[in-house]
Every structure is written in C-alpha cells, then in structure tokens.
C-alpha cells in the first residue's frame, strides 16, 4: 500500500516559516500529482498546493505568495516551503497524490505534521 510521511511542522512565531516534508512510498512518485493538504481543529480538510509530475503548481487563495510546493523525485519526497507564517495557518498538514488512472487521491492518509503559529 502506499505510505506518506509528513514530517517538519513545529511552533512558529508570526512571520516565520517552516519547510515540511513528505516522503512517499510504495507509488512510482515521478508521474503522480502531489498534493499538500492541511485540516485546523473543527474544520475541513482543505487543499492547499498542488505539484504535478511536469512541475506545474496550484496554490489555495490564502498562501499565495507565501507557501512554494517543490519536489525531489530522485527522493520521492514532496515539500512545502511555508513563509510569513500567520495563525490562521495553524493546522495539521498532509500530503497525497492523484492516482494516475481516476484521479482520486488515494484512502492512505499519513499522521500529518501539525503546524503551530502563535506568539
């Protein structure tokens, strides 16, 4: 089954910046769409950047500017670089890819790693 790893979220003052990882497994990771996703407590989850296989990206409104989604693919790894941090940012984050044939993303979701802004 495929596996996701998030990893580097932490507190951050407003302002600061964080860079999260996540490491995939188990997928052929060059040819898939990555996804950044991240959930606050009592909310939905929510889309935040797209990554695709050709490098194409796609930000959420709120982190225009601020957040940069890149990719290693020689380390199967995706990341969010996370700039002028602001507590409303404060949420858990996940990653996912689109499976190639439906599109969906697929049921394996990893732990996450929470994201803390505040003073």
């Known amino acids: 089954q495929v596996q996701f790893v998030e990893s580097g979220g932490g507190l951050v003052q407003p302002g600061g910046s964080l860079k999260l990882s996540c490491a995939a497994s188990?997928?052929?990771?060059?040819?898939?769409?990555m996804r950044w996703y991240r959930q606050a407590p009592g909310k939905e989850r929510e889309l935040v950047a797209i990554m695709t296989s050709s490098g194409s990206t796609y930000y959420v409104d709120s982190v225009k500017g601020r957040f940069t989604i890149s990719r290693d693919n020689a380390k199967n790894t995706v990341y969010l670089q996370m700039d002028n941090l602001q507590p409303e940012d404060t949420a858990v984050y996940f990653c996912?890819?689109?499976?190639?044939?439906?599109?969906?993303?697929?049921?394996?979701w990893g732990q996450g790693t929470q994201v803390t802004v505040s003073l």
């Open positions: 996912n890819a689109n499976q190639p044939r439906s599109g969906s993303t697929y049921n394996n």
């Open positions: 188990r997928i052929m990771f060059s040819i898939h769409t």
